[in-house]
């Protein structure tokens, strides 16, 4: 592939420069006749000037190479520029005196010609060689640092969600542990249910974001699972307006919220737990709780924030907030589903979902 990338240029340059060459001919003659030359045409010199352009084509060309890796046009356009420029100028100037005075006897007038033909076609090489590195740089190198850049943050978005369900799967083993010595048939159904939301867990495992009203579809049925552990000491409440259910959300972040607010407190009848998912200007979703004491370690329940929260920052700009005053709130950005997903549907109507 290098191999037939290298030919492919060196033919290329071949073409030009006998396209050049065959133009100083035209315009040597004509300033030396006054006219444009007519077959039979001296080929004897016209195959020279395309020889001897070809010659300081390829040498401009490799000389080119060689400065590219002594002098960044990145850092040092203006430097590279006139360094290729004097350089390659001074090659050309001296090949047509030496070969032109000496091998070919021609008079001064037309090695000066020459000389001024090729300062200026070198001039304008130039210009154009370096406008294309600089798009070449631009436009390609970028491009390809923007590509490692992302395929970095998808392993890190693959490595986020890999570390959900095994941690999904262990709290619900815990609590069929315990039905099992409570109640076999509510620890039958818990497993059905349970069930139900792992085809959740699992047909959502790669994607990266999922419909709002999906995620709290699924949080009702894990509710369900948590109802059986803690009766009505916990309390689950959703409001969202109806535009917000159609916007996208990364696949269990809301559950993940209310399971940290489960695992984090302790629910009995005396402190019993409620956990309010609500809307804030179209902006954000609340996740709300209250707060009762706490049975966790807080570097624990920030295992859970970081996930969502790196996560995140894999859609938007905007920031999770989280507030812990009186009452514990995570603030999640909304990110927008596309145009033809909400166009219609007005912002002001909400359905209220009470479970």
């Not at 077959?39 to 004897?44: G, T, V």
């Not at 001897?52 to 046009?73: K, S, Y």
């Not at 590279?80 to 032109?100: D, E, H, M, Q, S």
């Not at 999904?168 to 815990?174: D, V």
């Amino acid at each position: 592939m290098i191999a037939r990338d290298v030919v492919r240029k060196f033919v290329l340059l071949v073409v030009a420069c006998s396209f050049l060459g065959t133009l100083f001919f035209l315009y040597l003659h004509y300033s030396r006749t006054g006219s444009l030359p007519v077959f039979p045409f001296e080929p004897d010199k016209l195959l020279q000037i395309i020889a001897g352009t070809t010659v300081i084509g390829l040498l401009a060309f490799q000389i080119d190479r060689l400065l590219n890796h002594l002098l960044n046009w990145k850092t040092n356009f203006l430097l590279r520029f006139l360094t290729g420029f004097v350089v390659n100028v001074a090659l050309a100037v001296a090949l047509i005196f030496f070969v032109g005075m000496y091998y070919l006897k021609a008079n001064v007038e037309l090695v000066w010609k020459l000389s001024i033909l090729f300062t200026i076609s070198i001039l304008v090489y130039e210009i154009f060689y370096g406008w294309f590195f600089s798009y070449r740089y631009y436009a390609v190198t970028q491009v390809e640092q923007l590509r490692g850049e992302r395929w970095q943050l998808e392993l890190q978005f693959e490595s986020l969600k890999s570390q959900i369900s095994p941690h999904y799967l262990f709290n619900c083993l815990n609590t069929i542990s315990s039905l099992l010595y409570k109640d076999s048939h509510m620890a039958e159904e818990f497993i059905r249910r349970m069930a139900d939301t792992f085809r959740y867990v699992l047909s959502n495992q790669k994607q990266k974001l999922v419909s709002v009203r999906e995620e709290v579809e699924f949080v009702k049925a894990y509710y369900y699972l948590l109802q059986v552990r803690y009766e009505h000491h916990l309390r689950l409440e959703v409001n969202l307006p109806k535009n917000l259910l159609e916007t996208r959300i990364p696949p269990m972040a809301l559950q993940m919220l209310v399971e940290n607010a489960v695992k984090h407190n302790a629910i009995s009848k005396d402190r019993p737990l409620l956990v309010y998912i609500s809307a804030q200007d179209n902006t954000f979703i609340n996740v709300t709780c209250t707060k009762t004491v706490a049975i966790q370690p807080l570097a624990s329940f920030r295992v859970g924030l970081d996930n969502i929260r790196n996560r995140y920052r894999f859609f938007t700009d905007e920031k999770m907030v989280v507030k812990d005053d009186d009452k514990f709130t995570v603030q999640l950005p909304v990110i927008k589903s596309k145009p033809r997903e909400t166009k219609g549907q007005p912002a002001t109507d909400r359905a209220r979902m009470a479970l």
